[in-house]
DNA sequence: ACGTGAGTGCAACAGTGTAACATCGCCGGG
DNA sequence: CCCGGCGATGTTACACTGTTGCACTCACGT
């Protein structure tokens, strides 16, 4: 990892980021795991993907497919862009973000991991925590009155520290 | 109220449940709230308002346009429906679940809440428990990371007491 | 009676996602 | 070497979800 900061702050923290290598760092790890998984990591889910790392912004289908054909210089429909997400998502590499109707990368790909998501509605940034304690807390809560959780959507939408503190510095 | 069971108890008890007691009492609570606090619960409104509560399964946009339609016995356009929901969330009386791009009735109109949704993926059926311990500990960890949540989104998936003995007769 | 404004009807369209079928290219078996 | 199969991609068309803009009505206060 070149970036020391934790995958919040890297999402949240601006110009001081190196995003460079974090995308990179991505990359490398979506290729190494679909190495060791036996799947294809083929030409075009790898540009889908680099697309969606090209920022810590969750993007719609729609988005990734007119950058996609951009990149291609002609013209790309809905399914092909639509398969590459099947693709990813299942490998754990993409997630996607209901509340929004867009897919943004993993930062903690490989290993299984219940999410909980924080939105800044003000910069569109989003980033991911992995197996809070909380969660754990609403599967017991859900237990409680019988029910057996399979899968979890937790996106919680805010201001992040930079755009709380932005907000302050312009009301003031 | 004429149920003593729990909200969620309700939303999962299959026959053992009187929903047109139910029913019948969220429209009266809905009634209720919309004459103290001076807004007009439209005939409209009320009628979108009775099909949502026609189950404890939330309903697409457009199963309600058409089950709307099969009332009036013509048609029904989407921003009929849409405008009635709008009117219903804002007044809290119905919520939006992300993940099915459908809507519900609220179990607890009237108070501010946070919720949690319940939906089981074998009976379709959904329950909100409001203001669970968990969801504040979600807040607890992004504050850990600076960020301030305004609104929380939280719908497990899974299966609910009764699919879950189900389940386990069939395959026995 | 009149004007106003919320509520509704209506037509068209924008955004999101899928089904069905054709094509390409690689890889293993004969 | 050829062939058959299969996964990945291309292409077309369509289904589902949600919005914009404008016209009309009707209840309400003055």
């Known amino acids: ?66 950058r996609l054909a951009e990149q291609r210089g002609g013209k790309a429909q809905p399914p092909t862009v639509y398969r590459a997400l099947e693709f990813l998502c299942a490998q754990g590499l993409v997630h996607r973000v209901e509340s929004l109707n867009a897919y943004i990368g993993c930062s903690h790909p490989g290993a299984a991991h219940r999410r909980q998501l924080l939105i800044c509605r003000a910069c569109g940034a989003a980033a991911e925590l992995a197996d809070p304690p909380g969660l754990s807390l609403l599967a017991k809560d859900a237990a409680r009155h019988g029910f057996q959780v399979e899968a979890a959507m937790v996106e919680l939408s805010g201001l992040c520290a930079l755009c709380a503190a932005r907000q302050e510095a312009g009301t003031a």
């Not at 020391?4 to 949240?12: G, I, L, N, Y």
């Not at 980021?17 to 995308?23: K, P, Q, S």
């Open 1 to 66: 990892m070149s970036n020391t900061a934790s995958p919040v702050d890297a999402a949240f923290s601006g110009p001081a980021h190196d995003h460079d290598a974090c995308r990179a760092d991505a990359l490398a790890r979506a290729e190494a795991l679909c190495d060791e998984r036996g799947v294809k990591l083929t030409a075009l889910r790898r540009q889908v993907l680099e697309i969606i790392w090209s920022g810590h912004r969750p993007l719609g289908a729609y988005d990734l497919l007119s």
